[in-house]
């Protein structure tokens, strides 16, 4: 494939009209509609046509979770989606996970508060995966160490091992995980 050209609004400009579409994301709570490369995927789309430079890209094969975030309520490798499969999502990034007000996430102030990231990179897509984390197990939704004697559909308590499991898929390159546990444990309710 030859190399692709950017516009100023860092779309690809190289398709093709009929290689493009319309398509409507609510994202950070503002509705968002923009003419996308129907190959573009979420994490390219955030970054480079909105300027929300939270999500980053780490390994672009949905293996390190760098660029995690929500869509409708659930985490994903943003890496790994078509924008375009995803007209109509709610997408909440880093920077949309306080909501409009100044005051942090708990989350974020956790994760401040106990010192749960060294150089920060893989912070933001760890505060969306644990915010994720958080709802799964309200809505009962068991992982690799749920005891499956456990009554199906009930909240699943966090415990230290349920953290570590679920949040499996991010990863820190400088070790910060026994402070993002706690962080995670510093906000279950």
């Known amino acids: 494939m030859g ?3 950017h516009g100023g609004s860092g779309q690809d400009t190289a398709a093709s009209p009929r290689h493009r579409s319309d ?7 503002t509705p968002r509609t923009l003419t996308v490369d129907n190959r573009r995927v979420l994490l390219d789309l955030l970054r480079e046509d909105l300027g929300l430079i939270g999500a980053k890209k ?19 490798n943003s890496c790994l989606l078509l924008a375009v499969a995803l007209d109509g999502c709610e997408i909440t990034t880093v920077e949309g996970l306080a909501g409009d007000g100044e005051e942090l996430h708990p989350l974020q ?11 920060g990179y893989c ?4 505060l969306c995966s644990a915010a994720g984390v958080l709802a ?4 009962g939704h068991p992982s690799h ?22 949040l499996s898929g991010n990863l ?11 962080a995670v444990e510093d906000v279950i309710p």
């Open 58 to 76: 780490g390994c672009d094969h949905g293996q390190c979770g760098a660029c995690t975030v929500l869509v409708d309520g659930r985490r994903v």
């Open 145 to 166: 160490v749920t005891d499956p004697a456990r009554p199906s559909g009930e909240p699943v308590p966090l415990d230290r091992e349920e953290i570590r499991e679920r």
């Open 3 to 5: 190399s692709q050209q």
């Open 123 to 126: 912070t933001p897509g760890q």
């Open 136 to 139: 799964e197990a309200a809505a």
């Open 23 to 29: 398509t409507t994301l609510r994202v950070n709570g």
């Open 109 to 119: 102030r956790a994760f401040r508060k106990r010192d749960a990231f060294q150089c």
């Open 172 to 182: 820190c390159r400088c070790g910060a995980y026994p402070h993002i546990v706690e």
